[in-house]
């Protein structure tokens, strides 16, 4: 079995990168600066790398210390969770990692009901672009987004999307859209890590060139519909995703929803042995409900 570094090094070393500072991050540990200095030079000495460039100006991670801190930031993070809920008495705990906007625009709006139905289940969600790492145990289930490639992984399509251009009704109004043609007139929002682009739908329903410049990109999809409802321009998204947008009539599909690029683009990842823990599968089996309801629901 290979040995692995000290804890107390990776957690001096963790803290030191988060912080950017030994001062703080001793302050942080209630350790001296010296402390946490050699628990640091420990850790350098046994990798046989630089993590650090010191000077007189301060501390600066070198890019083999940011490399290594990608890999084991999210392994200090469930250890330290871990040791918390069996030191608190927490032995039900579901840890879930999301994309973020589908966690902001969908998930969060339906949690309450999976709360108040398993009262007996206690949850930890996080969300961000970068994907878990199940060998890690940083996550019990990882909501993805994007083309599935997971292998050794289970992998459930949530549903079925319909990408349409959204715009506020004002927006609309003001430029008269009345054919896809039309939006080759007025400012385009791009979603930088959509699986459908502006390309894509202009190729599928107006036979036209996409244009080459944006107005503005954004990375979430949350930021596209929020740019869309100021005005900004017309984004191109998931009905799904932006359901709450198009109930409360802050946006609207520009041409309906009959001329969507229809996409599975989202979906539960996990491990098969996680679905035999009691609490994965009563969330796998909510989400599954959840996501049918949301099938089932599609009419704007």
Known sequence: MA???????LQAFEAVARRKSFALAAAELHLTASAVSHQVARLESYLGIRLFERSA?????TTAGESYLA?????ISAITAASVDVRQGVNNTLYIHSAPSIASLWLMARLNDFARNHPEITFNLSAAHSQSNFELGEVDIDIRYGIPNWPGLVVEPLFEERIVPLASPAFMREYKL?????????KLIRSNVSVVQWADWFG????VRAPDQFAVRFDRAQMSLDAATQGLGVALESATVAARHIEEKKLKPVFGLERAIKVKAHFAVYPAHHARRPAVAAFLEWLREQAGGQNASHAY
């Open 3 to 9: 040995v692995l570094p000290p804890l107390p090094n």
């Open 57 to 61: 100006h301060g501390v600066r991670i």
């Open 71 to 75: 890999r084991i930031q999210g392994a």
């Open 178 to 186: 009345r054919k896809p043609a039309d939006l080759l007139g007025v």
């Open 204 to 207: 599928e329903f107006a036979q």
